[in-house]
């Protein structure tokens, strides 16, 4: 007999818990040892990838825009290269991201290769700096997801802007050159 619509209303929902099968431990006295994943938090994993994806589009962008005649697309360039030629961006130090969106990457490797990886404190404090210094205000509560998602909104308002900046620069008209009369 299958439950009434009213009884599934009234029945509370349980979060299903996912697990990932042991990884290899070590062999010890002989015998082979498994390693269970303890919990892994799978938001912020997927969030922080996620921001990463984001800030890696807007970097694609600025560059292109800043050198449309090259062929981006060919060069297949990894995140590290991208950032690399951003070094000598010229933005104000408070806000330029640079050194931080390296710690990001760095932060997303570790998570790429070590499944079972928890994110400190310590990891996020390049970030914690950073927005203190852009934003002038205290971070110490933010939790790991919140200073992601500020993180990555700055930095892509400060790609935009640029973007934009060259966009508007280039649809500028020109004074047209006049050789003096002689």
């Not at 299903?16 to 938090?41: A, C, H, V, Y």
């Not at 990001?104 to 404190?121: K, T």
Request: glycine share 4%; charged share 25%; hydrophobic share 35%.
């Amino acid at each position: 007999m299958s439950a009434s619509p009213a009884d599934e209303q009234q029945e509370p929902t349980r979060a299903k818990s996912f697990r990932l099968p042991p990884m290899f431990g070590p062999i010890e006295n002989g015998q082979r040892t498994w390693k269970r994943l303890g919990e892994i938090d799978y938001e912020l994993m997927g969030y922080l990838l996620s921001c990463h994806l984001v800030l890696e589009h807007y970097m694609d962008e600025f560059l292109k825009a800043h050198h449309e005649h090259l062929d981006w697309d060919a060069a297949k360039l990894t995140f590290g290269q991208r950032v690399a030629l951003l070094n000598n961006w010229n933005l104000n130090a408070r806000f330029n991201p640079v050194s931080t969106i390296k710690h990001l990457n760095n932060l997303r490797n570790r998570f790429s290769h070590r499944i079972d990886y928890v994110l400190s404190r310590e990891d996020m404090l390049p970030i914690v700096y950073y927005l203190e210094r852009a934003t002038e205000h205290p971070m110490k509560d933010a939790s790991p997801k919140e200073l992601l998602e500020l993180f990555t909104s700055i930095c892509c308002a400060a790609f935009a802007g640029s973007v934009s900046g060259i966009h508007e620069f280039k649809k500028a008209p020109r004074p047209q050159f006049c050789p003096p009369k002689l």
